[in-house]
C-alpha cells in the first residue's frame, strides 16, 4: 500500500502541532506507525491522498451513524449554509432538534447545546455541583467523559492509549474532587458512598463504556448506582456523548431503562459537525444563566450548520435502522470470534448494538483492570494487518468500533474475509 503523501504531510504536520495531530488517538501511537491522512469519504468507504479506500469503522469516532457524505445531511447543511454561518442569537433550527431529542426522551425535558462533549459534560458537572450545593464527583476507572479537568483522572481513551497517568495541568486541589471506582463494581460504590455520600455532587458514568473498549455494564449496577444517587442526594449524569441515538432511538438510557437526573449528547446529535448538548429534569436545567446563577456559555452554541446535520441524523433514525445496526453487528461480532478461534487466537468479543471492540484476551473484559491485560502488541499487529487489507478499525486497543447504517452486507463478510488473515498475523513477532 502506496503512504508516501500521508508520510510527507505527517512530517509536515509535526512541525505545526504537538504530535502531528489535533488530537491524541489519531496519531497511532498505540500501535506504532503513521497515520493516514484523509481525503475524502463515501458511505461506508474512506479514501486517503495516496488514493487507498479504506472500510471505515471509526466514523469519526461515532458520530457518523449514516456513513460519510449522506445525501440528506449535506443537503440540510448547505442549505443552512446558504443563510450565513452563525449568527450568535437564537434560530430556528435549534428548536426542530431539541424536539427531536425529545420527543425520542420525553424525561429530557430541557437541554442546552454546545460545540463538543467536553463542553457537554463540562456544563453538566458544573451544573450538579451548582444545583447540590457540593464538590465531589464520582466516576469510573477507564470511562473518558471529554477533556475537561474533572474528568481527566483514570480516563480511558487516549490517556489509556498513551499509557499516561492522570494529566499533568490538572491542579491536585482539583483532581482531589474527582473520586474513582471500579466499573461494574456496585459494592465499591455502596462502600463510597457509605463513607463520603454526603459530599458528593455527582455520578458521571458511560453507560455502556466505549472508552476502554466496549465494556458491558452488568444487570443491576447502573440501577445501584441511579439508586445509591437518589439515596445520598446526587445527581446521576449519564454520559450518552457516544451512546446516544447509536445504541436505540432513545439512546442507551431507554436501551437499559435508566431514568437519569441529567444527560449529555455529542457525536450522533451533531451528524459530523461540532455540537453537544446537556440536558435533564427542568428543575435543575433551570439552574443554568440565564435561568439562574451556574454560568455556561457558547460563542457558536446552536451553530445552525451544526443543528441542520443533527436534524438529517436525527430525521433518518428508525427502529428499523437500529433493527438493521443489530444484524449487520452481530454478523461482524460472530464473524471475527470465529475467525479469531479459527486462527487460535484468544479473543473476546464486545458488543453492544453497533459499538464493538475484539479485545486480545483470555480473560473476560469487564472493567479497565480486565482490559489493562490485553495483549496490546497482538492488537498492534492484527491492526495493521486489517489497514493493510483496507479495514480502518481504531488504532487503540481502548477504543470502540463503530457500524454505520452505510455498512452493506457485502462490507461486513469483506472485513471478516481480511480479519481470517489478519488474526494469523497478529500470532506472528
Ligand atoms: N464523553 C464520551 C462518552 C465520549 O466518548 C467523548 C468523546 N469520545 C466525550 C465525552 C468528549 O467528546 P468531545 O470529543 O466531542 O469533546
Given amino acids: ?50 488514493g487507498n479506500a479504506y472500510l471505515d ?17 449535506m443537503r440540510e447543511v448547505q442549505d443552512a449554509m446558504k443563510s450565513g454561518a452563525s449568527f450568535g442569537a437564537p434560530s430556528p433550527r435549534e428548536i426542530v432538534l431539541a424536539e427531536l431529542i425529545r420527543e425520542r426522551m420525553p424525561w429530557v425535558e430541557k437541554m442546552r447545546f454546545v460545540s463538543s462533549g467536553t463542553e457537554a459534560t ?58 474513582t471506582l ?15 455520600g454526603g459530599t458528593i455532587a455527582a455520578v458521571i458514568v458511560e453507560p455502556v463504556v466505549g472508552n476502554m473498549g466496549v465494556l458491558v455494564p452488568r444487570p443491576g449496577f447502573l440501577e445501584g448506582i441511579h439508586a445509591l444517587c437518589r439515596k445520598h442526594g446526587a445527581l446521576f449524569i449519564v454520559d450518552e456523548v457516544m451512546t446516544g441515538f447509536r445504541l436505540a432511538m432513545g439512546g442507551a438510557c431507554d436501551r437499559l431503562g435508566l431514568r437519569p437526573d441529567l444527560v449529555t449528547f455529542g457525536k450522533v446529535i451533531g451528524g459530523g459537525l461540532p455540537v453537544g448538548a446537556f440536558g435533564g ?70 458488543r453492544v448494538g453497533s459499538m464493538l471492540t475484539v479485545f486480545f484476551s483470555e480473560q473476560p473484559v469487564f472493567d479497565a483492570q480486565s482490559a489493562r491485560g490485553c495483549d496490546t502488541k497482538r492488537f498492534s499487529r492484527f491492526f495493521h494487518a486489517m489497514l493493510e487489507a483496507g479495514v480502518y478499525l481504531p488504532p487503540s486497543q481502548f477504543e470502540a468500533a463503530f457500524v454505520s447504517l452505510a455498512h452493506s452486507d457485502e462490507d461486513v463478510e469483506a472485513t471478516l474475509d481480511a480479519a481470517k488473515v489478519a488474526f494469523r498475523a497478529a500470532l506472528q513477532g
Fill in 122 to 179: 463540562t456544563g453538566a458537572i458544573r451544573l450538579a455541583r451548582g444545583f447540590t450545593g457540593r464538590d465531589d464527583l464520582v466516576k469510573f476507572d477507564g470511562c473518558f467523559h471529554g477533556a475537561g479537568d474533572s474528568v481527566l483522572v483514570k480516563a480511558g481513551s487516549g490517556v489509556e492509549t498513551l499509557g499516561l497517568p492522570d494529566s499533568p495541568g490538572v491542579p491536585a486541589d482539583f483532581a482531589k474532587h474527582t473520586l
Fill in 57 to 73: 469503522y471509526v466514523g469519526s469516532w461515532g458520530p457518523l451513524i449514516l456513513g460519510h457524505c449522506n445525501p440528506e445531511v
Fill in 281 to 350: 429534569r427542568a428543575e435543575v436545567m433551570d439552574r443554568i444563566a440565564p435561568a439562574g446563577p451556574v454560568y455556561q456559555s457558547g460563542t457558536l452554541s446552536g451553530n445552525p450548520m451544526a443543528m441542520g446535520a443533527g436534524i438529517a441524523t436525527l430525521r433518518q433514525l428508525t427502529p428499523a435502522s437500529y433493527e438493521r445496526l443489530e444484524a449487520a453487528s452481530a454478523r461482524l461480532a460472530e464473524g471475527l470470534a470465529a475467525a479469531a478461534r479459527e486462527a487460535g487466537v484468544p479473543v473476546q468479543v464486545n
Fill in 1 to 50: 500500500m502506496k503512504t508516501e503523501l500521508s508520510e510527507k504531510l505527517f512530517a509536515k504536520a509535526n512541525t505545526l502541532f504537538p504530535g502531528g495531530v489535533n488530537s491524541p488517538v489519531r496519531a497511532f501511537k498505540g500501535v506504532g506507525g503513521g497515520p493516514r491522512f484523509i481525503a475524502r469519504g463515501k458511505g461506508s468507504r474512506l479514501f486517503d491522498v495516496d
Fill in 182 to 196: 471500579p466499573y461494574n463494581d456496585l459494592a465499591a460504590a455502596e462502600a463510597l458512598f457509605a463513607a463520603r
